[in-house]
């Protein structure tokens, strides 16, 4: 990855500090997500010619505090980021990209991101909305949906898409609508071209996989 010595021992030092503090974390947001994310972010900043450091360090701190686990507090993850980084001597100038990536990575800020993506956070946002498609995306999906207790589908109640922030932050629809929701969005969303040729295929296998699970909720006939 090219990182000096200097760099190598904070980006050791951050794997450290998160998978401590996401230690127990639900498992749609523990400290395996965070090393997917961090290692698809690291290919596509070296595909996109974007600093890897500011990009490792963004991807490892994305989710250090995330709202929805935090009371809904959105500066949770920011604060704990920057007392962390500072204390590891990280340049002011790299610890602010930092905080704007945790600050607008999330799919539900994509309203306020418009027009603040700066090439760090188009490769980490783009990592993390890899990581929520697929068949990891799928696993993930139904991971949390069972630690919400949500139900599975229910087809009297139909999939909400363009909400804006507050009503997706507070809803609490069947597993099968997030698909509808948000993953299936996130193609079309992507900011890297190196992202956007990886989602193709994630979208289409869960394309597949909502026309099995529809074939089978009706008895596999």
């Not at 749609?28 to 997917?36: A, E, F, I, K, L």
């Not at 945790?102 to 760090?120: H, L, M, Q």
């Not at 946002?125 to 991971?143: H, K, P």
Request: hydrophobic share 40%; glycine share 8%; proline share 3%.
């Amino acid at each position: 990855m090219g990182f000096s010595e200097k760099e190598q021992q904070i980006i050791e030092n951050t794997v450290r500090f998160v998978k401590d503090k996401l230690r127990g974390n639900e498992a749609g947001h523990d400290w395996w997500h965070v090393y997917r994310v961090w290692k698809t972010a690291d290919y596509l900043a070296q595909k996109e010619n974007v600093s890897p450091f500011t990009v490792s360090l963004g991807a490892l701190l994305h989710d250090i505090a995330d709202a929805k686990f935090n009371g809904g507090d959105e500066e949770a993850g920011p604060a704990i980021a920057r007392e962390f980084l500072t204390k590891q001597k990280v340049e002011e100038e790299i610890i602010e990209k930092v905080i704007h990536i945790i600050r607008y990575v999330s799919f539900k800020n994509r309203g306020e991101a418009a027009g603040k993506i700066t090439p760090e956070l188009a490769v980490v946002q783009d990592a993390d909305r890899l990581d929520a498609m697929g068949a990891i995306g799928i696993a993930r999906t139904f991971n949390y949906g069972g630690f919400k207790n949500r139900p599975l589908y229910d087809p009297g109640i139909k999939p909400a898409v363009n909400q804006d922030k507050e009503a997706y932050k507070k809803s609490t629809a069947p597993t099968i609508n997030h698909f509808y929701e948000k993953l299936l969005l996130l193609k079309d969303l992507m900011n890297t071209e190196t992202g956007k040729t990886l989602a193709k295929h994630r979208h289409e296998y869960m394309l597949d996989f909502l026309d099995e699970f529809f074939k089978e909720w009706e008895g596999g006939f």
